[in-house]
């Protein structure tokens, strides 16, 4: 984006926010420990167009992280094309996914953790609040979800 274009308008953000979860395979992974240490790692997602769904070790810091804390940040995109998403994680062990969520993030990602042992646990988070720029002209208006409700239609 360059300072003489006009920034998009709520309902395009959330389309183009949209397009990108239906899209990307990867999604930066924030989340802190009881005593606040942070801890960010990608993890491949699937978006289902109400959760993400996520797939990591329970043992490892994040997968200790998301199923203690039950809240993480998300982010996709570079730093002039940013897309920022709260939400509340739910965990599940390996037998308790969907199948057809374990089959859709497989078909996405290339990735079946169902084979891959009883460690790989998957967290659904449902996003509580949304924010996407394009450089500083964005900067103003860039919530886009807000309660867990977006704040314009696509």
């Known amino acids: 984006m360059t300072k003489t274009q006009t920034p998009r308008d709520p309902a395009r953000r959330v389309r183009d926010v949209l397009g990108r979860l239906d899209e990307e395979q990867d999604i930066w992974v924030s989340t802190a420990d009881a005593a606040g240490e942070p801890y960010l790692v990608p993890l491949s997602f699937l978006w289902d167009g109400t959760h993400l769904w996520l797939c990591t070790r329970i043992g490892n810091p994040t997968g200790r992280n998301l199923a203690a ?7 996709l995109g570079h730093t002039r094309d940013v897309v920022l998403l709260d939400g509340e994680v739910t965990a599940s062990g390996p037998r308790e996914v969907p199948v057809e969520v374990a089959d ?6 290339g990735w079946d953790p169902r084979g891959s042992g ?7 988070v449902r996003p509580t609040g949304v924010q996407a720029w394009l450089e500083e002209p964005e900067l103003e208006g860039r919530d886009i979800m807000r309660g867990g409700a977006w704040v314009a239609t696509p």
């Open 104 to 109: 859709a993030f497989h078909a996405k990602t």
């Open 69 to 75: 804390g039950g809240r993480a940040r998300l982010a």
């Open 118 to 124: 009883p460690a790989y646990h998957w967290f659904r």
